[in-house]
Each structure stands twice: as C-alpha cells, then as structure tokens.
C-alpha cells in the first residue's frame, strides 16, 4: 500500500504547486522586451485655420446691461447700446411738491473690458414705439427700434467699473416737470404700467461708437450691497428718479424722489454692433463671413458680443492612420497660446472657452463631450505654467472630435470652433488673440497620441 | 500475448489499482502543465524557458541522461535507454519540482518561487526485443513580469509599460526503443506539443485630464510535433567496468502557431475594443538536438558520465522581441555512487549523485549571450522492499548578467520524484 500512499501525496502536492513572487515592482531595463509598440505622439499635423463671424446673438433678458465701445486691431471697433422699458413703481405720498430733477441712475456690476480711462459719452433717448420680441420670443444684438433723435440726457464719463459709484445721467427738466405733473394729477397715464408703457415706450442709453474705450457692465437686479462699508449704498437696477422736495416741509425732509424702475418683466436687450473697417477682418461679410488666418497677420481670434470664432480644421487627419499601419489612435489636444501682449493680464483672460463641431458650411452642431463622458462637455481651459518663462495656453481634449471623424466612412469636412459660450457672447465684449499657424512660438498644437503596434 | 485471469494474484490487483491512480494524476497533469513554473524574464524569449524532463536521476546527475542506462530509473533524453529494464517490469516516475529564484539587475533584486509537475513517464517491455515508453511533461514555461518605463516616441514625457506573459507548452511523447544485440540498442521518440503562450502589455498614460491605458493581448496558440532518434553501445572493458556510448539527434520538427491580437483602451471607466482577434499564423522549425554522451561503469559502484548536446535556435523566430536567438552549447557531467550497491543480494542500496552543466545559452541580447551554469546533488531512497525509489535533489545555478540592464539569476530548483518499479503483469498462478 505505500506505493498508493506516495500517489496521492503527490496529488497534494500538486494542487498546491503555484507561482508566488515579489517581482511585482522588478523593473528591468527599457529595452529588455525591444520591440517597435508604444505610444506616438505626433504634433506634425497640417492645422488650417480661419475666423468666423457669425451674424448675432440673441440678446434679450441676459443678466447684464452692456454699455460702452471698445477696440482691437483684429475685429475693430465694436459699441453695446441698452434698451429697456421703465415702470413707475412707487406710491404717491405727496402731491404737493417742487420738482428738482430727473436722472436715470445705473450701478456698475464691475465688469468692463477695455480702456477704462478714455472718456466716452452716453446718451439717453426715448423710444418712438414700443419693443416687440421676435415670434421665437428673442431680440437680438443687431435688433433694431427708432428713438427720439433728441436725447433726454447725455453724459461724459471715465467708466470706474469697480468704483461701487452710482452713474447718474441727468435728464431733460421739460420731460421731468412734465412726469410730475402726471404725478400731482395721480393720472391713470401713471399708476397703470399698461398705460405707462404707451405713454413711455421704453429708452435707449446709447454709447458713442468708434471710440478705443471699454465696454462696462449694469447690473439687472436689485442687490443686497456685497461691500461691508456702511458708505455704499443698495445696489439697483436701473431707474429713473424724480427728485423733488416738499414746500412747506414741516417734517423737514429730504432726498425725496420718485421712482421709475427698469421693468424687468418687461423688454430689454443689449444692441452690439461692430465696425470692422481698416481691421483685419475688414469685408469678411462679403467672403461667407470667413477669414483664412493667413489673412489676418496669422492671429487666430476669439470675440464676443459679436461672436467671432476661431476654426480649425485637420484637414489630412485620415493620412494620419495611413502612415502608421496597424496603429491604434489614442488621445488628441488642442492648444492655443494667447499672444503674449495682446493683453494685459492673464486676469483677463477667459478661464474657459466653448469648443463646438460645425459642418462645412460652418454651422454648429454642438459640443463634445470628454472621452468617456455622456455628460462633461469639452472646453478649452486656459493653462498658466510658470516656468522660467510664463507659459499661457489653452487646451482641449478633442479625442471625442477626432474619434467620430476617424470612424467615419466618408470625408466629413467638420472643424472644431472655438469661441465664447452663448452666456459670454450676449454679455460680454471681449476677445482673445491667438497665435494662428506658421506664427512660430504662438503657434497651436495639435498632438495626436496613438499606439504602434 | 498477455491473458489475465479470472482469478487474479493480489499483485495484479494492485497493478490495476495503481494504473487507474496513475491515470488519474495524468489527468490532473494535464492541466496543471499550463501552470508557470517560471517568473523569469528570460521566459520572454523564444517560446520561455525549456524545462528539463529527463528523469529524477538524470536531474541529479547534471541532466545527463544520454549514454545512461539502468534498468530502475527511467531516463527520457534517450530513447534508447529504455531497452535497460527488465521484462515484465514496468517503471512510473512521476516528478514535481518547486524553484527560488533570485532576480538581480543593476539596481534592485527581487525573490519569486514556483512550482509545478516535471514529469509524469513510464516505460514497459513489449517484447524481448521491443521496448515502449510514454512521458507527458511541460516542454516550456512563460511567466514574467517587465516593468519598463517608455518615452512617448516624439516627446520626453515617459509612461509605464508592463509586459505580463504566462503560459507554455506541454509535450506528450511516445517512445520506441529496440535492442539490437546486447550490447547495442536504437530508439525513437515522437513528441507532440502544445500550448497557449499570453503576453499582455499595458501601457498607460494621460492625456490632457484623462489616462488611456492601452492593453494588447497576444495570444499564441501553439502546436506541433518532432520526431527523435537515439542510440546506445555497451562497450565491456573488463568483468568489472565498462563503456556506454550514447547519441540522439533530431530528425524533424515543426511548430505552428496562431496569434490571436487584441487592442483595448481604457478611459474612464469606459473600455473599446480597438481591433480585435487579428489572426496571425506562423510556423517554425523548432531547433533539432544532437548530443553525444559516454558513460564509464565500474564495478556496480560507480557511474560516471558526461554529454554534449548542441541546439541551434538560430532559425527559430517566433518570437516577441526581435532579439536573436543562437546556438546553445551544452556541456554537462555526473557522477552516481551506491557505496552499498551488491547485486548478490536482493536488496536495493542508496544512491549518491552530482553533476554539473554549462549552457552557453540560446538568447542574445544586446550581444549578451545568457550563459546558464548549475551544480546539483542529489539521493536516490528505496522506499520499498523492491526495487522503487524517491530521488531527490537540489540544483543550484545561476543565468544571465547584470550588466547592460540585463537580469541575473540564481536559482535553487529542489527536485523530487518517484521512480516506481512494479511487475507488469504476473503470470497466470495455478489455482
């Protein structure tokens, strides 16, 4: 029976026979396995490059006034103009009184872009009729509504967007007795919006076009004063006051005024308008609103309040397999460097941009999203590495882009466009200046990770 | 012609009892063989790392075997040898080996231990004349683990690659051996082999917020076959010593295989499939073995022996690497002693072994050939009234360099088999 016994003490033996080691972190040299699989990258690719104008933005009920014109060598000269309805919102405490003045006053929301310390005029204007939306409910930054050529006030200012100052634009006295008189007669003219609205259709703060000034923003709402200093008052929406004072005034008051609000219910868009003669994109209406950057000093450009996008095509993408037979494609970036002296700080520049996909007539056709992601849109995320040097680049992940491209029988003749978020573009007029290709260290990166196998 | 009877002996039922115990390991076997038994780079190369299957004795004896004959150890590496046992008897040997290694580079060492069935053979007379044989064992093992930093091919940033290989090839082979004279025996040996080798690479890097990994799975199908021949002369120098003369070549062989590829990539938490199951196929000569040996005999006591075998791997290119494959040269000596050894008394005596190897090594890399060198001992127990025995042994070498980012190692491979001698069939008992 021994013999039986070895058997199966073998068999135990057996079952227990494994493989255990330590060499989990054994790292031997780079070329031990020398074989030609790894991961590429290539950044060789052919970009062309063009600036796209597209023609307006919806602009109605954003959540910024925009007032103020500004200027880049790129784009030109571009000027924002805010319409909007008024209200009477205030009760008639006294009807006895002496009208002092009228002003329409504004708080700055501390946005601005451009030179703060040109002087630049606006001028108040009351509208001949009334505004109407658009049978989609929009207005847009190019809508247009006649106004009284006479202006109700003018004013000429050096913005201070960070002043927490009010801007009060005093306007005409002959306007204003006439609102206090209404007032004295509690006429229905007054007390009902409806009737108010006939009556007062509505006002234009225009800005003087064509001046290298800045563009600053007005605040829609009313707001709880953010500073802590006891100085600054409630920050509001726009309004017209009536100041006026009471005679006799035995309870000695003062600062007494009536009050017109901006109707925040009502009707009110930013008017962005641009003038691009002598820019560089000077007649780019007549070439399908596109401009190769070769054309323009090869910058590539982003702006909004008019919503000018950089386009960038890959147009030998396909090549890109071809050459590297039994290649696997990765991964793929997108960098944009700003031109170092197109601005000031990098403060300045956007935190983020949209990228979209557009089709070869450049309509947009959306985001895309990150690799893996049905929910995490692509952006370009500005980058500042400090090195020796400050390094500012935009970067985006456009693997997802390329990925559909490449799975695609067909040429599809898409591009990536790379702008400003529809938010940005109705409330903002800024733009960035890039490199665009063959403009040496400001040039954009494409690098395309893929594995050779 | 062999009739068993109704009414069997007890020896005969114990026969039966064993084969069917035996049969039942080389069941198990069988899917043990695809086991690792290796964690050895080298295993990256060629189809891994050869295992030695030869014998218990011959594992002891510096995986001599060629001009060794005996008629109580089964050895493999010549067929011949098996015209030695005795008729009627019937020999099983069934070894399993449990290795430590010590991988070393330039910079850091590591320790990895494995395990697995060396062997499972038998061998049984046929006829006077007529000897046959089986062996079922691993012909080679892959198992490894490289960890290498990459440079993305166009910028400096690096990346982890890690290289994972498991699997091998098993081998089941039937033997023939046939006495001519005395003193003069032939044999062949036909193998079949098989296997699947798996090599994964991963590599892994991050693009923009997002890491990739790249994972391309190769797997090898293998199959083949070879057919071997060997011869032994006894050469009687006096009553008390003598000369055996052995030789073995390869006569052919053949290895098919069929890679199946797969490329995934994975990012976050999403995985594709780039390509898939691209099938490859190849076929390769496998390199054909020749080998002398000389055994001197003396005096029932002594047994010394030496081999050479000779082993061109330089057509042989299936392969991962593109490194280059030559010739291995073996040199490899024994010595066995039985101190006790009297052939006038039924009685089986202890046996002492050593011997040592030198491989000149089949792989080169970076103009580095990775030389193997051992020594072993090893003990040869009876462990019954007859005539079976548990040999065990140790071999200590080492393989490869340091040098040029290469891998040395130092291995102990602790041997043990049993040798297990039985009658193979009774004959019929009077009632």
């Known amino acids: 029976m021994k013999t039986y016994q070895i058997l199966i003490f073998l068999l135990a033996i057996l079952f227990v026979s494994c493989t255990e080691s330590s060499i989990e972190d054994f790292v031997v040299g780079e070329n031990f396995i020398k074989n030609k699989t790894g991961i590429v990258m290539v950044d060789t690719l052919t970009i062309s490059s063009s600036l796209v104008k597209y023609d307006s933005i919806a602009s109605n009920s954003s959540d ?49 872009f451009g030179d703060t310390t040109v002087t630049q005029t606006f001028s108040v204007h009351q509208l001949k009729k009334e505004m109407e939306l658009d049978d989609d409910n929009y207005l847009y930054t190019t809508s247009q509504f006649a106004y009284e050529e006479t202006p109700l006030g003018t004013i000429s200012l050096k913005p201070k967007p960070n002043s927490h100052k009010k801007v009060s634009i005093r306007l005409s006295d002959k306007f204003g007795n006439r609102l206090s008189e209404m007032i004295r007669l ?70 007494l005024y009536y009050k017109f609000s901006f109707n925040s219910d009502g009707i009110y868009f930013n008017q962005i308008s641009s003038d691009e003669s002598n820019s560089l994109i000077d007649g780019i209406s007549d070439t399908d609103n596109e401009r190769s950057s070769k054309l323009t000093n090869n910058y590539l450009f982003v702006q909004s309040g008019i919503q000018i996008f950089s386009k960038i095509k890959i147009p030998y993408l396909e090549n890109l397999l071809l050459t590297a037979e039994n290649s696997a494609f990765i991964a793929a970036t997108l960098r944009l460097y700003p031109v170092k002296g197109t601005y000031t700080n990098t403060d300045d520049l956007p935190t983020s941009l949209y990228v979209y996909s557009a089709d070869r007539k450049n309509v947009i056709s959306g985001q895309f999203y990150l690799p893996g992601s049905t929910s995490d849109y692509a952006y370009a995320q500005l980058t500042i590495v400090t090195d020796v040097e400050e390094t500012v680049y935009y970067e985006v992940d456009i693997t997802t882009f390329l990925n559909t491209e490449l799975n695609e029988e067909l040429l599809t003749d898409r591009s990536i466009m790379i702008g400003y978020g529809t938010t940005d573009a109705k409330t903002t007029i800024d733009h960035v200046i890039f490199g665009g290709p063959n403009s040496g260290k400001f040039a954009p990166e ?8 | 012609m062999f009739i068993i009877s109704t009414t069997k002996s007890k020896r005969t039922r114990m026969n039966i009892k064993k084969i069917i115990v035996a049969l039942l390991i080389i069941f198990q076997g069988i899917t043990l063989l695809a086991q690792n038994s290796t964690s050895s780079p080298y295993s990256a190369f060629g189809i891994g790392e050869l295992e030695m299957t030869s014998g218990g004795r011959n594992t002891a004896m510096g995986q001599t075997g060629i001009a060794l004959r005996s008629d109580l150890f089964l050895n493999t590496s010549n067929p011949a040898s098996l015209t030695a046992i005795s008729p009627q008897s019937f020999i099983f040997d069934l070894g399993v080996n449990f290795e430590y290694t010590q991988l070393k580079n330039s ?114 199908r293998y199959s083949g076959s ?23 070549a390869g006569i052919s062989s053949r290895l098919n295989s069929e890679i199946s590829t797969t490329i995934t990539k994975t990012y976050s938490s999403t995985s594709e499939t780039i390509s898939s199951d691209v099938k490859t196929t190849g076929s390769m000569k496998l390199p054909l073995d020749i080998g002398v040996g000389l055994s001197y005999l003396y005096g029932n006591k002594w047994i010394a022996t030496a081999d ?114 039985d009658k193979w069939f009774t004959k019929r008992q009077i009632d």
């Open chain 2, 308 to 421: 050479y075998r000779r082993c061109d791997w330089r057509d042989a290119t299936l392969d991962f690497s593109s490194n280059k494959l030559s010739i291995n040269n073996s040199y490899r000596g024994g010595l066995e002693f039985s101190p006790k050894n009297d052939p006038s008394l039924f009685r089986q005596a202890t046996k002492y072994r050593l011997g040592f190897r030198y491989e000149s090594g089949y792989l080169n890399i970076y103009s580095n050939q990775i030389h193997e060198q051992a020594v072993s001992f090893g003990i040869g127990i009876p462990i019954k009234k007859d005539r079976s025995y548990a040999n065990f042994s140790v071999e200590l070498g080492s393989r490869g360099t340091t040098k040029n980012s290469l891998v040395q190692e130092k291995f102990v491979k602790l041997n043990c088999s049993f040798n297990l001698w």
């Open chain 1, 446 to 453: 494409l690098n395309v990770y893929y594995f050779h196998n």
């Open chain 1, 186 to 255: 509690k006429r229905d003219t007054i007390t009902s919006s409806v009737l108010f609205n006939t009556f007062f259709k509505g006002l234009v703060v225009k800005s003087q076009s064509d001046i290298k000034g800045a563009a600053v923003g007005f605040y829609t709402t009313d707001t709880e004063s953010t500073t802590s200093t006891t100085s600054s008052s409630d920050i509001t929406k726009p309004e017209i006051r009536l100041y006026y004072h009471l005679k006799p005034n035995p309870e000695n008051l003062s600062d």
């Open chain 2, 107 to 220: 910079t850091k060492t590591a320790d990895a231990t494995d395990g697995n069935l060396s062997w499972l053979q038998m061998a049984f007379p046929i006829s006077k004349k007529l000897f046959g044989g089986i062996s079922l064992n691993p012909k080679s093992s892959v198992g490894y683990n490289i960890f290498t930093t990459k440079s993305i091919d166009g910028t400096s940033t690096t990346y982890p690659s890690i290289y994972e290989g498991t699997g091998g090839l098993s081998e089941a082979a039937g033997m023939l051996a046939w006495k001519l004279t005395k003193n003069i025996s032939f044999g062949a040996k036909a193998g079949y082999l098989w296997g699947n080798v798996a090599q994964t690479l991963d590599e892994s890097i991050a693009v923009s917020s997002t890491i990739y990994t790249i994972t391309k799975e190769d797997d090898v």
């Open chain 1, 64 to 112: 910024r006034f925009l007032l103020g014109s500004n200027y880049n060598s790129v784009s030109g000269y571009k000027n924002s103009n805010m319409f909007l309805e008024m209200t009477f919102d205030d009760d008639i405490s006294y009807t006895e009184f002496v009208f002092d003045s009228l002003c329409l006053v504004m708080d700055y929301d501390t946005y601005s």
């Open chain 2, 226 to 248: 070879y057919f071997n021949i060997g011869t032994q002369i006894s050469i009687p120098v006096s009553t008390k010593s003598s000369f055996v003369l052995g030789g073995i």
